[in-house]
């Protein structure tokens, strides 16, 4: 079981985007996809992140991903965003303007 939990927030418009995945309720392929991507990002070791002082007009970017044993949230602005969190982040930027 994992789910994720993507929000981002911010930006000249304003215009906020929150998406919520049950990797279990995915096809197959892309439910693994998404599971690699978290687990090459080594997400759950990455230091909790919250944005001191994002740029005006700026995006910031919540993921959550939760598992039977783990919970874990990483907060931070475009500019401070970790980068071996991109392709997780891109993924699921692409997925919410699919919907």
């Known amino acids: 079981m994992m789910q994720i939990h993507f929000e981002r927030t911010g930006g000249f418009m304003g ?24 687990d090459e990002s080594d997400f759950f070791n990455l230091t909790e992140l919250r944005p001191e ?5 700026g995006f ?20 401070k965003f970790p980068q071996r969190l991109r392709p997780l982040l891109n993924d699921l930027l692409s997925r919410t303007r699919t919907r």
């Open 60 to 79: 910031v970017y919540s993921i959550t991903v939760e598992t039977e044993t783990n919970k874990h949230t990483i907060h931070a602005s475009e500019l």
């Open 53 to 57: 002082n994002p740029m005006p007009d």
């Open 15 to 38: 215009r906020n985007i929150a998406l919520d995945l049950d990797l279990s309720s995915l096809p197959p392929d892309q439910a693994a996809a998404l599971k690699l991507l978290v």
